[in-house]
């Protein structure tokens, strides 16, 4: 069977699948890491931007010379996938998004980085600080969210995936969004599966942002469909 990645979103971590993995079939090699700065993983002496998680994929399928891979990428994580795709096809064979957001935009981001304040996240929803704390430790939290704004500042200013790159990915994409996304709309992700060559489209009934509010067992049942493993 052909090894699946699983690719982690901003502030998320690859911990984050545990719950995924039972709802896969056993036999199937499944691989996940933490970007830098996320899970407890080291931040880079590179700058903290979409451009150096993708070359931090690349550069950890290079080491694991693990053939192409399917990925499926969340959030970020999609965006992450696509932008390898685009730049070394060869090793991907299919990707899989979901949540991931592509019309970016000052005034986008902007909007984005209005919820990025750490002392508000401590004092609105201390459930959410503690979250984060326990799952970056030892890396310090507050640092991840200023970094993450800054990088979500830069995206507003030159997005990376921009139609006409999204229209050089060879490599056949699912690209799914939930009916009930606070962040990603609907339109942007048909505008993004129009862009693509080689794309399907898929929207995920009464389906929030969060990874944590997805339906794990509708998200399993899709990518063993599209990624031919059921």
């Not at 901003?10 to 039972?22: C, I, M, N, T, V």
């Not at 969340?74 to 979901?98: C, D």
């Not at 993450?148 to 995206?155: G, Q, S």
């Not at 229209?167 to 690209?175: A, L, Y």
Request: charged share 15%; hydrophobic share 45%.
């Amino acid at each position: 069977m052909t090894p699946l990645l699983l690719l982690h979103g901003a502030l998320g971590a690859d911990s984050q699948f545990k719950p995924l993995l039972p709802l896969l079939p056993a036999a199937l090699p499944v691989y996940s890491f933490n970007l830098a700065g996320h899970g407890g993983e080291p931040f880079s002496d590179q700058p903290f931007r979409m451009e150096s998680f993708v070359q931090q994929l690349l550069e950890w399928l290079a080491a694991r010379q693990l053939g192409p891979v399917q990925v499926f990428g969340y959030s970020m994580g999609g965006y992450v996938a696509l932008e390898a795709a685009r730049q070394q096809p060869q090793r991907f064979r299919k990707i899989f998004t979901l949540a991931t957001k592509f019309a970016w935009a000052p005034e986008t981001a902007a909007h984005e980085t209005a919820r990025l304040r750490p002392e508000a996240i401590q004092k609105k929803v201390p459930a959410f600080a503690q979250t984060l704390q326990q799952r970056h430790a030892p890396q310090d939290w507050a640092q991840l969210l200023h970094q993450t704004a800054d990088m979500m500042r830069a995206l507003g200013q030159q997005p990376l995936l921009t139609s006409e790159k999204l229209g050089q990915i060879q490599v056949p994409v699912r690209v799914a969004v939930g009916d009930r996304d606070q962040m990603v709309t609907v339109e942007e992700t048909v505008a993004a599966y129009r862009s693509l060559p080689s794309a399907q489209l898929q929207v995920l009934p009464d389906t929030r942002h969060p990874l944590e509010q997805v339906s794990l067992p509708l998200l399993a049942q899709a990518l063993n469909q599209y990624f031919a493993y059921a």
